[in-house]
DNA sequence: CCTTGAGTAGGAAACTTTCCGACCTACTCG
DNA sequence: CGAGTAGGTCGGAAAGTTTCCTACTCAAGG
């Protein structure tokens, strides 16, 4: 039943400590020897020996010395940010992002560009033009990069390739990741842009301890990124959080009940005229437009509607406006939290406004791209040892996996 | 960010390769060393060594032998059925049931009564005499039950002891699991009922290897059991499933989409007189009233309404009808299946019939207080080690914990 | 009917890997 | 100059593996 056995000869004592040391540097910035002895509880010989190994294989490196302590100075150790690069980009309506990181975290080079609007072809062909511009910035080749994820305006299934519902692709992104990777040879990810706006919000934002919460993201039309346990849900066929088809007393089934779309649409009835974008009437609401003001609570009361129904579901602890209404929380959060406290929900819901700063959808990309570029890199470095520990343990980082967990 | 450490010394490899034995042997039913030898992928002489450890410390025991192929006949083992006893009960509106199970989840006693309807005390009082009187028959002391595992009708935390909504329960089932724990001085645990009927269903029944599914119980109220990941998701303070609140078109907020007083109203309705039971009602609709078959046809359309809503949030790979009415789902999903092909859900839905048979609430408890005594009869003998693999990786049995994993 | 051989189970001894504790040296701040 | 700290080395302990050996059973052949 339970799924991995995960036993083995004395050389996975060598993986099982080796990765304890690193995950400890990973943590802890730049660390001397006697602390990681301390954090991890192995034996300074152990540590001595372990980094010995990682920094000979590439994935640790030594910086500089610890000299605050008296006594002889304590080098310090840190993950070596050249070990795995990772690009991420945000393929938007409008424009495509790109950022190239290092394991460190540290952005090496970012560039941007419109959104071809016509042909897929196209929209990859500027996915590695901005990949081969910010590795050209960085002093690299494109080739050196670990792993890139893309995030994108559609549902994209586990395998991280193939997309469904793209509103907001040339030819609905058939065939996107295939052509990419094709032209860039590296190791690419395709990803719901709100599922990375969430990690965004769980690694940089509001919810850095929260093992479960919603990001709801307004935009074209409402998403929702869905983090369990710390993990993305994804849904069976990646289709899960898109809650803007949830039904809403005011709305015929199989509309959305929420997007730029429908507040149009909104802004016509309350008799607003002259077609103003979304921007343009939450602008005017701030300045105290009546018309406005009601079409921006009409919107807060279809928001405060999808939250009560997913938390129905699955109850989060928390749920974020994100997106690209999240910028106007300061108008929208009192009143959704009005309308929530009105109808009388049978859950307590707690919503706050997006922590991230920046384009959330790209910063979410990077951070995947990093974390799966340095799994990747750390896993080649204790596959040089007869067992390993990244499968199906703590350290899986399979994404696209049945996720066949065991235990209730 | 990460957690666990998991470093040790030489010992914990003990842990980690009698865990792997233990665990061969737990899924593969009686197995003889050289099987072992080959699942393990440890050496002969090591499994010997572990066998001799875990029969010794009586979590495994001999079983026979096996003379199958020639040659000398090979020892089997298996879990000693004897080193955990689970204790698991079903509250229900009109009766309470408890069953006794050993560690191989046989069933060693079966005992029910009456519910009382007035206080607390006589529930948690029925429940011990009910425990009592199941050890008796099995031979052994009430103390020797290694956990016990409690379903109620209610929204029961994280923590399986408190309470709230409870539908069906005296005083809202306030204090009832430290009443019982005083008494019977067993670990014991409350548990949604729906969500152990998913966890029957996840065992026993149709959703064997399915990693993410819904169970809709039908009963009193309308409640969902999710299952994702293969673990149980029981929501920030486990209020997740109460999908019988979900908005519906027809029905004001705040009121429960289904159940078996709506379904007494729809009778109303539909011109049905002397207020028959809702099996009444499904009764008649067999026998082809048609009455009954436009009240069966709307809870039919409600169930789909409701399981809409669920898959456009988490989007599961399958849903499953139980509860009280999952006996009625020859004519329910049908109609239900209709209903969904006909409002066009944007998602496609797949809905079956429960596949247990029996109490599903009684063996989803029976079985989950088996796994936690089972694992805790394992640490147990782990623990005379210096480090142990029990938490946070994937043995993590914490039912309770945050939950706090890592890997996006 | 007996003999013999191949395949299997279980066990013991020698070797390898890995970790830990203890000891030692060197360095620096007070 | 001394106490406290960093880093290295050596021997011992723990765990697993390989190799060799014995014993047992089935099946084929004389």
Redesign the interface.
């Known amino acids: 039943?339970?799924?991995?056995?995960?036993?083995?000869p004395?050389g996975?004592?060598w993986s099982?400590?080796a990765?304890?040391?690193l995950?400890?540097i990973?943590?802890e910035g730049p660390l001397g020897r006697p602390e990681i002895t301390r954090?991890?509880?192995?034996s300074k010989t152990t540590v001595a020996q372990a980094l010995r190994e990682l920094v000979a294989r590439g994935v640790v490196e030594e910086a500089g010395a610890d000299t605050t302590r008296r006594g002889p100075a304590a080098t310090l150790y840190r993950i070596a940010p050249r070990c795995a690069l990772a690009l991420g980009v945000d393929i938007g309506h409008l424009r495509i992002r790109a950022v190239l990181v290092d394991a460190a975290g540290e952005t090496l080079a970012q560039a941007e560009t419109r959104a071809p609007r016509r042909r897929v072809a196209d929209t990859a062909a500027a996915v590695t033009a901005l990949a081969a511009e910010c590795a050209e910035r960085a002093g690299t080749g494109p080739g050196d990069i670990g792993q890139a994820v893309v995030g994108v305006p559609a549902v994209v299934a586990r395998d991280g390739r193939t997309v469904r519902?793209a509103y907001g692709l040339p030819q609905g992104g058939r065939g996107l990741a295939e052509v990419i990777e094709r032209d860039l040879s590296v190791p690419l990810l395709l990803e719901n842009d709100v599922n990375l706006a969430a990690?965004a919000e769980?690694r940089f934002g509001a919810c850095a301890?929260v093992?479960?919460f919603v990001l709801l993201g307004v935009g074209v039309g409402l998403g929702?990124g869905?983090?369990?346990?710390?993990?993305?849900?994804r849904?069976?066929?990646?289709?899960?959080?898109?809650?803007g088809?949830?039904?809403?007393?005011a709305t015929e089934?199989?509309t959305e009940v929420l997007g730029a779309r429908r507040i149009a649409e909104q802004a016509r009835q309350a008799g607003i005229e002259g077609s103003p974008s979304p921007q343009e009437i939450f602008e005017s609401a701030r300045g105290g437009d009546e018309r406005a003001l009601a079409v921006v609570d009409a919107t807060a009361r279809r928001i405060a509607?999808v939250a009560?129904?997913?938390?129905?579901?699955?109850?989060?602890?928390l749920f974020v406006l994100g997106g690209a209404f999240g910028a106007s929380a300061d108008l929208l959060l009192g009143r959704i939290r009005r309308h929530l406290a009105r109808?009388?929900a049978?859950?307590p819901i707690r919503i706050i406004a997006s922590g991230v700063s920046g384009d959330a959808v790209l910063r979410g990309a990077a951070?995947?791209a990093r974390?799966r570029a340095r799994e990747r890199a750390f896993a080649a470095v204790m596959g040089g040892r007869p067992h390993d520990m990244t499968t199906?343990?703590?350290?899986?980082?399979d994404?696209t996996g049945?996720?066949?967990?065991?235990?209730?």
Chains 1, 2 share one sequence.
């Open positions: 039943m339970s799924g991995n056995y995960l036993a083995g004395q996975l004592l099982i400590n990765r304890a040391v995950d400890v990973d943590r954090a991890t509880g192995l519902r990690v769980q301890g093992a479960d929702a869905i983090v369990l346990g710390g993990r993305l849900h849904g069976f066929a990646g289709g899960a959080g898109e809650v088809f949830l039904p809403h007393p089934l199989g509607h009560a129904s997913i938390a129905l579901v699955i109850e989060p602890e109808d009388a049978p859950l951070w995947l974390h199906g343990g703590p350290y899986d980082t994404l049945s996720g066949k967990g065991d235990i209730t």
